[in-house]
């Protein structure tokens, strides 16, 4: 061997065995999660959430103890399950879908857990409507709270509170003409000078922003 010219080699040999690491191996998965997870694929949901974002959600719900988190976008509970696991024994969470159908198998699921309140209305109505206190972390997994009422959303957001959004790199259901109102959206968060920001190509595409205090 060439003595010279060993350094080159090294950094050669790094970087054949380098491997990235291994992220499939999901740990602290929700007891309700296969069970949901299974009626989800007998009814034939079509947009559930992936299990990189629950496990991102779980970790990011329990650095917030006595939270307060909102999910806008129930489906029939996949993304719901992880954040609850997450949640302390005093936080709460309410989650607001428009499907009644998805809202009551997600209901029941959830019926013995008094820290949670899953509402079957139009999101737009209920953030235009709401008037409680502001959210540690809001899961905006519908239209409304993403690709419209934003702002309102953001406003419900506590100083140091997250907004977390999915499905932001292509997606094969999304229909003609989705890609525009993706970017505007990312445009929108990146100009709000009032969140920092992270986008993640991870998962289905993570954007999540802080509320600066
Ligand atoms: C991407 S899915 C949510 C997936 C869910 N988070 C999960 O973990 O599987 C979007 C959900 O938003 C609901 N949705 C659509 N339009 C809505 C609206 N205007 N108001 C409230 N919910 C809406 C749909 O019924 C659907 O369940």
């Known amino acids: 061997m060439n003595l ?66 909102l999910e806008l976008g129930t489906g029939i509970g996949l993304s719901l399950s992880w954040m609850v696991d997450g949640m302390d024994a005093e936080s709460k969470i309410t989650s607001i879908d428009n499907d009644p159908k998805l809202v009551a198998i997600a209901k029941s699921y959830f019926e013995q857990d008094k820290r949670v309140k899953i509402i079957g209305m139009d999101g737009t109505e209920w953030i235009k409507n709401y008037s409680g206190k502001a959210f540690d972390l809001i899961f905006a997994d519908a239209w409304p709270g993403k690709y419209s009422e934003i702002e309102e959303t953001l406003d419900l957001i506590k100083p140091g509170g997250i907004y977390i959004i999915d499905d932001m790199s292509v997606q094969p259901n999304w229909p003609d003409g989705h890609q525009e109102i993706v970017d505007q959206l990312i445009g929108y968060l990146e100009n709000r000078k009032d969140f920092n920001l992270t986008k993640m190509n991870w998962s289905t595409g993570i954007i999540i922003a802080t509320k600066k205090c």
């Open 4 to 69: 010279v010219s060993l350094p080159n080699n090294l950094g050669m040999l790094k970087a054949l065995c380098y491997l990235k690491m291994k992220d499939s191996k999901i740990t602290g998965i929700p007891k309700t999660y296969s069970e949901i997870e299974r009626k989800s694929n007998e009814i034939g949901f079509t947009m559930p959430s992936d299990i990189y974002v629950g496990t991102l959600l779980k970790t990011l719900v329990s650095s917030k103890p006595k939270g307060h988190f």
